[in-house]
Protein backbone atom coordinates (compact mmCIF):
# COMPACT_ATOMS: atom_id res chain seq x y z
CA UNK A 1 0.00 0.00 0.00
CA UNK A 2 1.55 3.78 -0.91
CA UNK A 3 1.80 5.86 2.11
CA UNK A 4 2.15 9.30 2.76
CA UNK A 5 4.07 10.88 5.35
CA UNK A 6 3.02 13.19 7.64
CA UNK A 7 5.90 15.56 9.40
CA UNK A 8 5.74 18.16 11.84
CA UNK A 9 8.76 20.17 13.51
CA UNK A 10 9.47 21.57 17.12
CA UNK A 11 12.21 23.78 16.45
CA UNK A 12 13.91 25.56 19.09
CA UNK A 13 16.21 29.10 18.78
CA UNK A 14 18.62 30.87 20.98
CA UNK A 15 17.83 34.34 20.90
CA UNK A 16 21.29 36.50 20.55
CA UNK A 17 20.00 38.49 23.51
CA UNK A 18 23.05 40.17 25.42
CA UNK A 19 21.42 38.93 28.47
CA UNK A 20 19.62 35.98 30.19
CA UNK A 21 15.63 35.82 29.74
CA UNK A 22 15.05 36.26 33.51
CA UNK A 23 17.76 38.23 34.79
CA UNK A 24 21.19 40.23 33.43
CA UNK A 25 23.84 37.53 33.32
CA UNK A 26 26.00 37.57 30.22
CA UNK A 27 23.94 35.21 27.42
CA UNK A 28 27.07 33.16 26.58
CA UNK A 29 27.05 30.02 27.07
CA UNK A 30 30.45 28.83 26.02
CA UNK A 31 32.43 30.98 28.48
CA UNK A 32 34.15 29.26 31.36
CA UNK A 33 31.32 26.46 32.86
CA UNK A 34 29.64 28.64 35.54
CA UNK A 35 30.57 31.78 34.79
CA UNK A 36 27.54 34.05 33.87
CA UNK A 37 25.38 32.97 36.73
CA UNK A 38 23.59 34.58 39.89
CA UNK A 39 20.82 33.42 42.31
CA UNK A 40 18.20 33.63 39.66
CA UNK A 41 19.63 31.45 36.99
CA UNK A 42 20.86 29.00 39.33
CA UNK A 43 17.55 29.01 40.48
CA UNK A 44 17.78 29.58 43.89
CA UNK A 45 14.84 28.86 46.12
CA UNK A 46 13.47 32.15 46.95
CA UNK A 47 14.71 34.44 43.42
CA UNK A 48 12.59 36.47 41.54
CA UNK A 49 12.81 36.15 38.16
CA UNK A 50 13.35 39.55 35.93
CA UNK A 51 11.44 39.55 32.66
CA UNK A 52 13.73 41.04 29.82
CA UNK A 53 12.33 43.56 27.84
CA UNK A 54 14.63 42.38 24.89
CA UNK A 55 13.60 39.21 24.95
CA UNK A 56 10.82 40.09 24.65
CA UNK A 57 11.72 42.43 21.32
CA UNK A 58 13.82 39.43 20.16
CA UNK A 59 10.91 37.06 20.21
CA UNK A 60 8.81 39.26 18.67
CA UNK A 61 10.74 40.08 15.93
CA UNK A 62 10.97 36.16 15.02
CA UNK A 63 7.52 35.81 15.21
CA UNK A 64 6.78 38.86 12.78
CA UNK A 65 9.79 37.07 10.56
CA UNK A 66 7.43 34.13 10.69
CA UNK A 67 4.36 36.25 9.36
CA UNK A 68 3.21 34.92 13.20
CA UNK A 69 0.23 36.78 14.49
CA UNK A 70 1.46 38.27 18.01
CA UNK A 71 -1.08 37.67 20.92
CA UNK A 72 -2.28 40.51 22.74
CA UNK A 73 -1.71 38.17 25.72
CA UNK A 74 0.53 35.79 26.47
CA UNK A 75 2.14 33.90 30.03
CA UNK A 76 4.53 31.62 31.41
CA UNK A 77 3.98 28.33 33.05
CA UNK A 78 6.00 26.12 35.17
CA UNK A 79 6.58 22.62 32.92
CA UNK A 80 7.28 20.19 35.89
CA UNK A 81 10.20 17.69 35.26
CA UNK A 82 13.04 16.58 37.47
CA UNK A 83 16.14 16.30 35.91
CA UNK A 84 20.15 16.97 36.85
CA UNK A 85 20.08 20.19 34.31
CA UNK A 86 16.90 21.57 35.90
CA UNK A 87 17.23 20.72 39.94
CA UNK A 88 14.46 23.37 40.49
CA UNK A 89 12.09 20.90 39.31
CA UNK A 90 10.42 22.95 36.53
CA UNK A 91 10.90 25.40 33.70
CA UNK A 92 9.69 28.57 32.84
CA UNK A 93 7.91 28.41 29.12
CA UNK A 94 4.02 29.87 27.60
CA UNK A 95 2.83 26.37 27.58
CA UNK A 96 -1.04 27.25 27.36
CA UNK A 97 -1.18 30.88 25.97
CA UNK A 98 2.25 31.01 23.63
CA UNK A 99 3.09 34.56 22.65
CA UNK A 100 1.97 33.94 18.70
CA UNK A 101 0.08 31.60 16.93
CA UNK A 102 -0.95 31.48 13.33
CA UNK A 103 2.21 32.05 11.20
CA UNK A 104 3.40 30.13 7.94
CA UNK A 105 6.69 30.12 5.66
CA UNK A 106 6.46 29.38 1.78
CA UNK A 107 8.60 27.02 0.25
CA UNK A 108 9.51 26.04 -3.08
CA UNK A 109 8.72 22.07 -3.39
CA UNK A 110 9.67 19.42 -4.54
CA UNK A 111 7.67 19.81 -7.85
CA UNK A 112 9.09 23.30 -8.23
CA UNK A 113 5.76 24.79 -6.97
CA UNK A 114 5.37 27.11 -4.40
CA UNK A 115 3.60 25.51 -1.17
CA UNK A 116 2.82 27.70 2.20
CA UNK A 117 3.69 25.23 5.60
CA UNK A 118 1.68 26.73 8.44
CA UNK A 119 2.72 27.30 11.58
CA UNK A 120 1.10 26.61 15.10
CA UNK A 121 2.35 28.94 17.71
CA UNK A 122 5.46 30.42 18.93
CA UNK A 123 6.18 30.32 22.26
CA UNK A 124 8.96 31.58 24.83
CA UNK A 125 10.98 29.40 27.01
CA UNK A 126 13.89 29.60 29.16
CA UNK A 127 16.80 27.05 28.40
CA UNK A 128 17.86 24.64 30.87
CA UNK A 129 21.61 24.02 32.47
CA UNK A 130 24.01 21.72 30.19
CA UNK A 131 25.70 18.29 31.53
CA UNK A 132 29.17 17.84 31.08
CA UNK A 133 29.68 13.98 31.15
CA UNK A 134 33.25 13.28 31.48
CA UNK A 135 35.92 10.82 33.15
CA UNK A 136 38.12 11.50 36.22
CA UNK A 137 40.69 8.45 36.70
CA UNK A 138 38.37 5.55 36.06
CA UNK A 139 35.08 7.06 37.35
CA UNK A 140 32.31 8.49 34.79
CA UNK A 141 31.00 11.46 36.22
CA UNK A 142 28.59 14.26 35.04
CA UNK A 143 29.41 17.83 36.02
CA UNK A 144 26.64 21.07 35.34
CA UNK A 145 27.47 24.22 33.75
CA UNK A 146 24.70 26.66 34.74
CA UNK A 147 25.93 29.28 31.55
CA UNK A 148 23.25 28.20 29.43
CA UNK A 149 20.79 28.01 32.22
CA UNK A 150 17.95 30.79 31.61
CA UNK A 151 19.52 31.59 28.03
CA UNK A 152 16.19 32.89 26.48
CA UNK A 153 14.57 30.55 23.63
CA UNK A 154 11.76 30.24 20.93
CA UNK A 155 10.09 27.00 20.80
CA UNK A 156 8.62 27.25 17.08
CA UNK A 157 5.84 24.21 16.46
CA UNK A 158 4.74 23.91 12.79
CA UNK A 159 1.67 22.29 11.74
CA UNK A 160 1.91 18.45 10.36
CA UNK A 161 2.13 19.82 6.75
CA UNK A 162 5.42 18.12 5.72
CA UNK A 163 5.32 15.62 3.54
CA UNK A 164 8.77 15.17 2.62
CA UNK A 165 12.75 15.20 3.87
CA UNK A 166 12.93 17.67 1.08
CA UNK A 167 9.71 20.06 2.65
CA UNK A 168 11.18 19.78 5.93
CA UNK A 169 14.95 20.98 4.68
CA UNK A 170 13.97 23.78 2.99
CA UNK A 171 11.35 25.15 5.92
CA UNK A 172 14.41 25.14 8.37
CA UNK A 173 16.69 27.06 5.43
CA UNK A 174 14.29 29.46 4.83
CA UNK A 175 13.38 29.94 8.73
CA UNK A 176 16.81 30.34 9.33
CA UNK A 177 16.93 33.16 6.51
CA UNK A 178 13.95 34.81 7.88
CA UNK A 179 15.33 35.00 11.52
CA UNK A 180 18.78 35.99 9.95
CA UNK A 181 17.38 38.39 8.23
CA UNK A 182 15.68 40.16 11.36
CA UNK A 183 19.15 39.57 13.56
CA UNK A 184 17.70 37.77 16.27
CA UNK A 185 19.49 34.92 15.97
CA UNK A 186 22.17 32.72 14.44
CA UNK A 187 20.17 29.75 13.81
CA UNK A 188 23.33 27.42 13.18
CA UNK A 189 22.20 23.69 14.00
CA UNK A 190 26.10 22.94 14.17
CA UNK A 191 26.95 25.12 16.89
CA UNK A 192 23.63 24.67 18.80
CA UNK A 193 21.96 27.86 18.80
CA UNK A 194 19.43 25.86 16.60
CA UNK A 195 17.75 22.60 17.48
CA UNK A 196 14.79 20.80 16.11
CA UNK A 197 12.78 17.74 16.91
CA UNK A 198 10.50 15.81 13.83
CA UNK A 199 7.36 14.01 14.69
CA UNK A 200 6.90 12.05 11.75
CA UNK A 201 3.79 9.54 10.76
CA UNK A 202 2.55 7.52 7.64
CA UNK A 203 -1.07 7.02 6.59
CA UNK A 204 -2.68 6.02 3.64
CA UNK A 205 -2.33 7.81 0.66
CA UNK A 206 -5.10 10.10 0.41
CA UNK A 207 -6.46 9.79 3.84
CA UNK A 208 -6.79 12.73 5.89
CA UNK A 209 -6.45 10.48 9.65
CA UNK A 210 -3.96 11.31 12.16
CA UNK A 211 -1.92 8.09 12.58
CA UNK A 212 0.44 7.44 15.62
CA UNK A 213 3.72 9.38 15.55
CA UNK A 214 7.17 8.82 16.31
CA UNK A 215 9.66 11.99 17.25
CA UNK A 216 13.29 12.29 16.45
CA UNK A 217 16.05 14.12 18.41
CA UNK A 218 19.19 14.86 18.08
CA UNK A 219 19.94 15.93 14.34
CA UNK A 220 22.95 18.36 14.28
CA UNK A 221 22.65 19.83 10.80
CA UNK A 222 19.50 20.61 8.35
CA UNK A 223 21.01 17.77 6.41
CA UNK A 224 20.90 15.67 9.04
CA UNK A 225 17.09 16.04 9.88
CA UNK A 226 16.27 15.32 6.28
CA UNK A 227 18.36 11.78 6.82
CA UNK A 228 16.65 11.05 9.82
CA UNK A 229 13.21 11.88 8.65
CA UNK A 230 13.90 9.59 5.36
CA UNK A 231 15.15 6.70 8.02
CA UNK A 232 12.02 6.77 9.91
CA UNK A 233 9.93 6.91 6.85
CA UNK A 234 11.53 3.45 5.43
CA UNK A 235 11.56 1.92 9.37
CA UNK A 236 7.86 3.29 9.72
CA UNK A 237 7.00 1.57 6.04
CA UNK A 238 8.61 -1.94 6.92
CA UNK A 239 6.58 -1.96 10.22
CA UNK A 240 3.23 -1.31 8.52
CA UNK A 241 3.90 -3.44 5.85
CA UNK A 242 4.58 -6.33 8.24
CA UNK A 243 1.46 -5.72 9.83
CA UNK A 244 3.45 -4.42 12.76
CA UNK A 245 1.80 -1.32 14.72
CA UNK A 246 3.78 2.07 14.89
CA UNK A 247 4.44 2.72 18.55
CA UNK A 248 4.17 6.50 19.70
CA UNK A 249 7.70 7.18 21.33
CA UNK A 250 11.25 9.13 21.02
CA UNK A 251 13.99 7.97 19.11
CA UNK A 252 17.62 9.29 18.69
CA UNK A 253 19.27 10.04 15.19
CA UNK A 254 23.08 8.43 15.56
CA UNK A 255 24.56 10.40 12.95
CA UNK A 256 27.73 8.16 12.24
CA UNK A 257 25.38 4.82 12.25
CA UNK A 258 22.94 6.62 9.91
CA UNK A 259 19.84 5.61 11.72
CA UNK A 260 17.84 6.31 14.46
CA UNK A 261 17.14 3.79 18.53
CA UNK A 262 14.43 4.14 20.73
CA UNK A 263 15.89 6.54 23.79
CA UNK A 264 14.12 5.91 27.46
CA UNK A 265 10.89 8.31 28.40
CA UNK A 266 11.70 11.06 30.48
CA UNK A 267 8.88 11.97 33.02
CA UNK A 268 7.05 14.70 32.22
CA UNK A 269 4.57 16.29 34.46
CA UNK A 270 1.84 19.23 34.18
CA UNK A 271 2.20 22.34 32.91
CA UNK A 272 0.76 25.27 35.77
CA UNK A 273 0.87 28.59 35.60
CA UNK A 274 3.71 30.82 37.33
CA UNK A 275 2.85 33.02 39.92
CA UNK A 276 6.31 34.92 39.54
CA UNK A 277 6.16 36.21 36.05
CA UNK A 278 3.44 38.86 35.05
CA UNK A 279 1.33 38.30 32.20
CA UNK A 280 2.60 39.79 29.23
CA UNK A 281 0.23 42.87 27.50
CA UNK A 282 1.24 43.96 23.86
CA UNK A 283 -0.65 47.05 22.83
CA UNK A 284 -1.04 47.38 19.14
CA UNK A 285 1.15 50.88 19.09
CA UNK A 286 3.89 48.44 20.38
CA UNK A 287 3.07 45.80 18.31
CA UNK A 288 2.96 48.36 15.10
CA UNK A 289 6.20 49.20 16.46
CA UNK A 290 8.19 46.47 16.37
CA UNK A 291 6.49 45.35 13.01
CA UNK A 292 7.91 48.95 11.20
CA UNK A 293 11.21 48.15 12.38
CA UNK A 294 11.71 44.85 10.17
CA UNK A 295 13.76 45.12 7.28
CA UNK A 296 12.40 44.45 3.95
CA UNK A 297 12.61 40.73 4.16
CA UNK A 298 14.18 38.22 1.59
CA UNK A 299 10.72 37.72 -0.86
CA UNK A 300 10.36 41.31 -1.13
CA UNK A 301 14.24 42.13 -1.63
CA UNK A 302 14.37 39.11 -4.47
CA UNK A 303 11.48 40.64 -6.27
CA UNK A 304 13.19 43.95 -5.98
CA UNK A 305 16.56 42.75 -7.57
CA UNK A 306 14.72 41.09 -10.60
CA UNK A 307 12.90 45.00 -11.17
CA UNK A 308 16.01 47.02 -10.28
CA UNK A 309 18.84 44.79 -11.49
CA UNK A 310 17.37 42.77 -14.49
CA UNK A 311 18.79 39.62 -12.25
CA UNK A 312 17.07 36.38 -13.23
CA UNK A 313 14.80 34.63 -10.52
CA UNK A 314 17.80 32.44 -9.40
CA UNK A 315 20.43 34.96 -9.21
CA UNK A 316 17.78 37.45 -7.48
CA UNK A 317 17.37 34.27 -4.74
CA UNK A 318 21.29 33.67 -4.53
CA UNK A 319 21.78 37.67 -3.62
CA UNK A 320 19.32 38.34 -1.37
CA UNK A 321 19.35 34.78 0.86
CA UNK A 322 21.72 36.43 3.09
CA UNK A 323 21.40 39.90 4.37
CA UNK A 324 25.74 40.81 4.59
CA UNK A 325 25.91 39.25 0.72
CA UNK A 326 22.99 41.35 -0.75
CA UNK A 327 24.07 44.95 0.74
CA UNK A 328 27.87 43.79 -0.86
CA UNK A 329 25.97 42.89 -4.02
CA UNK A 330 24.11 46.59 -3.66
CA UNK A 331 27.52 48.10 -2.58
CA UNK A 332 29.22 47.19 -5.74
CA UNK A 333 26.62 48.54 -8.19
CA UNK A 334 26.93 51.61 -6.59
CA UNK A 335 30.03 51.17 -7.67
CA UNK A 336 28.88 50.89 -11.46
CA UNK A 337 29.88 47.26 -11.65
CA UNK A 338 27.24 45.92 -13.53
CA UNK A 339 24.65 43.80 -11.58
CA UNK A 340 25.12 40.65 -13.58
CA UNK A 341 29.26 40.89 -12.84
CA UNK A 342 28.72 41.42 -9.54
CA UNK A 343 26.40 38.78 -8.14
CA UNK A 344 28.72 36.45 -10.34
CA UNK A 345 32.07 37.57 -9.02
CA UNK A 346 30.19 37.33 -5.45
CA UNK A 347 29.49 33.60 -6.28
CA UNK A 348 32.51 32.13 -7.93
CA UNK A 349 35.14 34.57 -6.49
CA UNK A 350 34.07 35.93 -3.00
CA UNK A 351 31.77 33.68 -1.41
CA UNK A 352 34.11 30.37 -2.02
CA UNK A 353 37.09 32.45 -1.39
CA UNK A 354 35.23 33.22 2.37
CA UNK A 355 34.74 29.80 3.31
CA UNK A 356 37.99 28.81 2.44
CA UNK A 357 39.46 30.90 4.88
CA UNK A 358 36.31 30.90 7.23
CA UNK A 359 35.33 34.10 7.04
CA UNK A 360 32.17 35.99 7.73
CA UNK A 361 31.82 38.94 4.61
CA UNK A 362 31.18 41.27 7.58
CA UNK A 363 34.95 40.31 8.82
CA UNK A 364 36.81 40.45 5.60
CA UNK A 365 39.03 43.29 4.48
CA UNK A 366 38.20 42.90 0.57
CA UNK A 367 35.62 45.78 0.76
CA UNK A 368 33.45 46.38 -2.52
CA UNK A 369 35.02 49.20 -3.47
CA UNK A 370 38.35 47.03 -3.46
CA UNK A 371 36.02 44.46 -5.09
CA UNK A 372 34.51 46.78 -7.90
CA UNK A 373 38.26 48.96 -8.85
CA UNK A 374 39.40 45.44 -9.10
CA UNK A 375 36.87 44.48 -12.15
CA UNK A 376 37.04 47.85 -13.39
CA UNK A 377 40.76 46.52 -14.34
CA UNK A 378 38.98 43.81 -15.65
CA UNK A 379 36.83 45.51 -18.01
CA UNK A 380 39.30 47.97 -19.05
CA UNK A 381 41.55 44.96 -19.93
CA UNK A 382 44.37 45.98 -17.77
CA UNK A 383 44.99 42.97 -16.15
CA UNK A 384 43.35 39.53 -17.09
CA UNK A 385 40.66 37.02 -15.70
CA UNK A 386 43.54 35.14 -14.47
CA UNK A 387 45.73 37.60 -13.17
CA UNK A 388 42.50 39.33 -11.39
CA UNK A 389 42.06 35.61 -9.39
CA UNK A 390 45.85 36.20 -7.85
CA UNK A 391 45.53 39.75 -7.34
CA UNK A 392 42.00 39.01 -5.66
CA UNK A 393 43.76 36.51 -3.47
CA UNK A 394 46.18 39.04 -2.09
CA UNK A 395 43.55 41.47 -1.20
CA UNK A 396 42.62 39.06 1.31
CA UNK A 397 45.75 39.71 3.25
CA UNK A 398 46.53 43.59 2.54
CA UNK A 399 45.41 46.72 2.48
CA UNK A 400 46.84 47.57 -0.50
CA UNK A 401 45.01 48.67 -3.65
CA UNK A 402 44.29 46.01 -6.77
CA UNK A 403 46.46 48.97 -8.59
CA UNK A 404 49.55 48.98 -6.50
CA UNK A 405 49.25 45.01 -6.34
CA UNK A 406 49.73 44.62 -10.04
CA UNK A 407 52.36 47.19 -9.92
CA UNK A 408 54.57 45.60 -7.66
CA UNK A 409 53.79 41.82 -9.55
CA UNK A 410 53.96 43.50 -12.47
CA UNK A 411 51.32 41.40 -13.97
CA UNK A 412 49.70 44.20 -16.11
CA UNK A 413 48.36 42.81 -19.04
CA UNK A 414 50.21 43.04 -22.73
CA UNK A 415 48.00 44.60 -24.58
CA UNK A 416 50.24 45.89 -26.99
CA UNK A 417 49.81 44.57 -30.33
CA UNK A 418 53.37 44.64 -31.67
CA UNK A 419 55.00 43.04 -28.64
CA UNK A 420 52.52 39.95 -28.38
CA UNK A 421 53.43 40.05 -32.21
CA UNK A 422 57.01 38.90 -31.46
CA UNK A 423 55.79 36.82 -28.58
CA UNK A 424 53.58 34.82 -30.90
CA UNK A 425 56.04 34.57 -34.06
CA UNK A 426 58.36 32.99 -31.28
CA UNK A 427 55.55 30.71 -30.42
CA UNK A 428 54.32 29.52 -34.04
CA UNK A 429 58.25 29.11 -35.08
CA UNK A 430 58.63 26.23 -32.59
CA UNK A 431 55.41 24.97 -33.35
CA UNK A 432 55.26 24.56 -36.94
CA UNK A 433 53.47 20.75 -36.64
CA UNK A 434 51.04 22.55 -35.07
CA UNK A 435 50.63 25.31 -37.30
CA UNK A 436 49.92 22.86 -39.90
CA UNK A 437 47.30 21.37 -38.27
CA UNK A 438 45.40 24.30 -37.55
CA UNK A 439 46.02 25.38 -41.45
CA UNK A 440 44.15 22.15 -42.10
CA UNK A 441 41.18 23.00 -40.27
CA UNK A 442 41.81 21.26 -36.60
CA UNK A 443 40.85 24.58 -34.39
CA UNK A 444 41.62 22.98 -31.57
CA UNK A 445 45.13 23.72 -31.75
CA UNK A 446 44.27 27.40 -31.90
CA UNK A 447 43.76 26.63 -27.80
CA UNK A 448 46.87 25.28 -27.62
CA UNK A 449 49.01 28.15 -29.40
CA UNK A 450 47.60 30.84 -27.46
CA UNK A 451 48.27 28.64 -24.17
CA UNK A 452 51.53 28.35 -25.27
CA UNK A 453 51.90 32.32 -26.31
CA UNK A 454 50.24 33.42 -22.38
CA UNK A 455 52.72 30.98 -20.99
CA UNK A 456 55.72 32.68 -22.79
CA UNK A 457 54.29 36.06 -21.41
CA UNK A 458 53.94 34.70 -17.80
CA UNK A 459 50.23 34.85 -18.11
CA UNK A 460 50.39 38.43 -18.78
CA UNK A 461 49.24 38.21 -22.18
CA UNK A 462 45.80 39.62 -23.41
CA UNK A 463 44.46 36.50 -24.21
CA UNK A 464 41.38 37.95 -26.97
CA UNK A 465 43.97 40.22 -28.27
CA UNK A 466 46.31 36.89 -29.69
CA UNK A 467 43.60 34.92 -30.88
CA UNK A 468 42.70 38.29 -32.86
CA UNK A 469 46.54 38.11 -33.88
CA UNK A 470 46.65 34.37 -34.48
CA UNK A 471 44.16 34.15 -36.54
CA UNK A 472 44.88 37.37 -38.90
CA UNK A 473 48.41 35.76 -39.09
CA UNK A 474 47.07 32.23 -40.81
CA UNK A 475 44.68 34.34 -42.42
CA UNK A 476 41.57 32.13 -40.64
CA UNK A 477 38.63 33.72 -39.60
CA UNK A 478 38.02 35.23 -36.53
ZN1 LIG B 1 21.76 35.06 36.25
Redesign the pocket.
Known amino acids: MPYEAVIGLEIHVQLNCAT ?1 M ?4 ANRPGDKPNS ?7 WLPGAIPQFSQDALEHAAAVCLALNCELQQESAFDQKVYYYPDLPKGFQLSQHHRPLSRHGWLDIMGEDGNSRRLRIRHIHMEEDVAKLVHETEGQTRISLVDFNR ?2 TPLVEIVTEPDMRSPHDAMAFLRTLRTQIRYVGAAECSMESGTMRCDANISLRPLGSQELTTKVEVKNMNSIKAVGSAIAYEIERQTMLLDEGKPVIMHTRLWDPEKNSTSPMRAKFSGPCVPDPTVPRIVLSEEWISRMRSRLPEMPAQKQSRFIQEYHLSDEEAGLMSADRDVADYFEALVRENVSSRIASQWILTRLLPALRERQQEISETMVTPQRTAALLAMIEREEINVKAAREIFADMFETEKSPAEIVKEKGIKQIGDADELDTILDTILADNADAVTSLRRGNKKVAGFLIGQAMKASAGKANPKILATLLSRKLGLEC
Do not use: E
Not at 22 to 25: D, M, Q, V
Open positions: KFCSCNICPICIAG
